[in-house]
Antibody
Framework: EVQLVESGGGLVKPGGSLRLSCAASGFTFSSYSMKWVRQAPGKGLEGVSSISGSSSYIYYADSVKGRFTISRDNAKNSLYLQMNSLRAEDTAVYYC??????????????????WGQGTLVTVSS | IQLTQSPSSLSASVGDRVTMTCRASQGISSYLAWYQQKPGKAPKLLIYAASTLQSGVPSRFSGSGSGTDFTLTISSLQPEDFATYYCQQLSSYPYTFGQGTKLEIK
């Protein structure tokens, strides 16, 4: 059974740092890209960052570029998000999600097929 | 690519047929996914490639569309279907989400 379990959220002051972790099990972790998606209270979903299985390809949303760093340790089946210079607008539930892939005659599709339960990050003084 | 979902909220009764739409700001072929999110829970993948049902998703859910206009239809609403539904384009990075359609009990 695929499981993703996030940890590391909490209350932090503006300008502070936090490191989120996502422990994966039930699948070959290194074979999949992974993504962090966040959801501000009462708001919609926002893709934050993603990383390929070998860490060769990394993406950041403009809203976090230069402040957040995504990484993974395939030996530990773990995904991380280092968040620095946190702002009030970073307050959200952060989900890690597995990027799966499907192929048909039109090409490849990369939806998010498994999600963790989320960890809440609150940035407030 | 911007995705606009309509309506933003929808009231319906158990047994109703419900349709919601997702419009892309430019053509995305069939590179669209739909997710269901219940309060306090993570999103769940329902449909990808605009119309392909994810394994384990009930057949009362269906998706259609191509290019810029897409629909998610629930043929006969069940109590567990009341949730917020998000579309996501899978055509070009960043793979943006729509703002959601909240399906409420009438």
């Amino acid at each position: 059974e695929v499981q993703l379990v996030e940890s590391g959220g909490g209350l932090v002051k503006p300008g502070g740092s936090l490191r989120l972790s996502c422990a994966a099990s039930g699948f070959t972790f290194s074979s999949y890209s992974m993504k962090w998606v966040r959801q501000a209270p009462g708001k919609g979903l926002e893709g934050v960052s993603s990383i390929s299985g070998s860490s060769s390809y990394i993406y950041y949303a403009d809203s976090v570029k230069g402040r957040f760093t995504i990484s993974r340790d395939n030996a530990k089946n773990s995904l991380y998000l280092q968040m620095n210079s946190l702002r009030a607008e970073d307050t959200a539930v952060y989900y890690c999600a597995r990027v799966t892939y499907y192929y048909d005659s039109s090409g490849y599709y990369y939806p998010l097929d498994y999600w963790g339960q989320g960890t809440l990050v609150t940035v407030s003084s | 690519i911007q995705l606009t979902q309509s309506p933003s909220s929808l009231s319906a009764s158990v047994g109703d047929r419900v349709t919601m739409t997702c419009r892309a700001s430019q053509g995305i072929s069939s590179y669209l996914a739909w997710y269901q999110q219940k309060p306090g829970k993570a999103p769940k993948l329902l449909i990808y490639a605009a119309s392909t049902l994810q394994s384990g998703v009930p057949s009362r859910f269906s998706g259609s569309g191509s290019g810029t206009d897409f629909t998610l239809t629930i043929s006969s609403l069940q109590p567990e279907d009341f949730a917020t539904y998000y579309c996501q384009q899978l055509s070009s990075y960043p793979y943006t989400f729509g703002q959601g359609t909240k399906l409420e009990i009438k």
